[in-house]
């Protein structure tokens, strides 16, 4: 478990980015000689990709952000619910410089391939990562217009792509600080007004992604998910050696959880890819537009005209609570999902999903952070199960390559196990003791490869 999230060449005059997203340096003693040893040779590499490109050296300034695991918190945080997340010690290397012109070109220098992004135009198309870097420059050049400075990136990561643990997500939180550091856009009056805040800037990299408005900066077209928050909250506003608590629209820090040191994380890839903007999209956007038509739901059968529309799922689920304690569904709220079943969702299929949010925000997810506070570990085992339940019987997006991993973890000795991200592929993470962690690594892979 990691929080590396910094800018190893900080700008010292621009105290929103140096101050609170400068979490950790690769110098700080918590980081080990092996993830170090990991990131330099990243930083090599970006470097070498600019120098390539002819890029001067001179003004150069170098990032790292990390990949996230969502514990627990499956597909809530876009319908208001609540998360137990951490960051990883893989993440993206970049490195950038300001230049000239009104373009971004970022370099990958893995794939050895390029884009380049005229502001004026920032047309969508050819590879299909460049819709990231595309997405990027059109709302900053919406948001904050000519303060936008033209950059040159380069860009490494060890993190595997599609896999869930959100690469796609790190790669626009860090070219958005990348452009804003050097744009030196936290100067600005709007930058201070709309995004005073590290929570307030995960908040906007979700809503960038999304496309929708942020308080006072409008929205653009975002790169096709509907998404929330969680990754990008979990990329910036993670702390080592613990797991935080975050509730959604708006995000909101609940409470950190002290991890216990003598366990681990061990993640299997699945090998099957969910690209969000790819195959699995329209899969993932069924997902959330199954919240999004139960919110419609309430909103049109509720009796009391003048309350306000809820927002969210969760609003939605408070409302028709009146104001109890959130200890069971309300009958009101399945009576006009089940009414409002139609050719695309079924009663059941609502009904289904009404009851994994539920559990999921109010009963899993802070049950299991007391567990684990406690050191509670079988019980914090069970909730993870029942969080993957719910996940398989109401989400559809669980494969059988995802359930199998789970079912190896727990059957070789895992404490706790469960698929996580968007789903229809990715990965699974496992919890393991330390010293056990690489035979446990062996034997799970030797085990899924032979299924």
């Known amino acids: 478990m990691s929080s590396l999230r910094y800018d190893r060449t900080p700008d010292m005059s621009v105290p929103p ?102 502001f004026e135009e920032a047309p969508y198309g050819t590879m299909p990562w460049a819709v990231y870097p595309r997405t990027v420059v059109r709302r900053l050049v919406r ?70 408005d942020f308080g006072v900066l409008g929205g653009e077209r975002g790169v096709g998910t509907m998404g929330g928050a969680q990754d990008q909250t979990a990329i910036l506003c993670s702390a080592p050696h613990q797991l935080d608590v975050f509730r959604w629209a708006p995000v909101q820090h609940e409470q950190s959880v002290p991890w216990p040191s003598e366990y681990t994380f061990v993640i299997g890839v699945s090998g099957v890819v969910a690209a969000k903007t790819g195959a699995a999209r329209e899969q993932y956007n069924r997902v959330a537009r199954t919240a999004h038509h139960l919110v419609r739901a309430w909103n049109d059968a509720r009796n009391d005209t003048a309350m306000a529309d809820a927002r969210t799922l969760s609003d939605a689920l408070q409302q028709a609570a009146g104001g109890a304690a959130m200890t069971e569904l309300p009958l ?49 085992g069970r909730l993870v199960s029942l969080s993957q339940a719910g996940a398989e019987r109401a989400l559809g997006n669980q494969i059988p390559a995802t359930v199998g991993l789970v079912t190896l973890a727990r059957e070789i000795g895992a404490v706790a196990a469960s698929a996580f991200g968007a789903g229809f592929g990715g990965s699974v993470w496992a919890m393991v003791k330390q010293d056990e962690s690489e035979r446990f690594m062996a034997r799970w892979r030797e085990r899924y490869l032979r299924s």
């Open 332 to 380: 009101a709220i399945i009576d006009a999902a089940r009414a409002s079943a139609n050719d695309e969702f079924s009663a059941a299929m609502l009904e289904a999903r009404l009851h994994q949010f539920f559990e999921e925000t109010f009963h899993i997810v802070p049950a299991a952070a007391s567990a684990l506070a406690s050191l509670d570990l079988d019980g914090f």
């Open 17 to 118: 980015l140096s101050t609170t997203l400068v979490a950790m340096s690769l110098d700080d003693p918590a980081v080990s000689e092996r993830v170090r040893d990991q990131y330099e040779r990243l930083l090599r590499d970006a470097h070498r990709a600019l120098d390539d490109g002819n890029v001067p050296r001179d003004g150069r300034r170098e990032w790292i952000v990390p990949g996230r695991i969502e514990v627990l918190g499956k597909h809530v945080d876009y319908a208001g619910g609540r998360s137990l997340l951490c960051t990883v010690e893989r993440g993206i290397a970049l490195v950038g410089r300001a230049r000239a012109d009104r373009t971004l070109v970022v370099r990958d220098a893995r794939r050895r391939e390029a884009v380049a992004v005229p």
């Open 143 to 212: 948001n904050f217009g000519a303060a936008l400075q033209g950059c040159d990136v380069a860009l490494a990561s060890n993190l595997p792509s599609a896999a869930g643990v959100s690469s796609s997500s790190a790669l626009t939180v860090g070219l958005t600080l990348v452009m804003s550091s050097l744009s030196k856009l936290p100067e600005t009056p709007l930058w201070r007004e709309g995004i005073p805040d590290r929570v307030a800037l995960a908040g906007y990299v979700g809503a960038l992604e999304n496309g929708a």
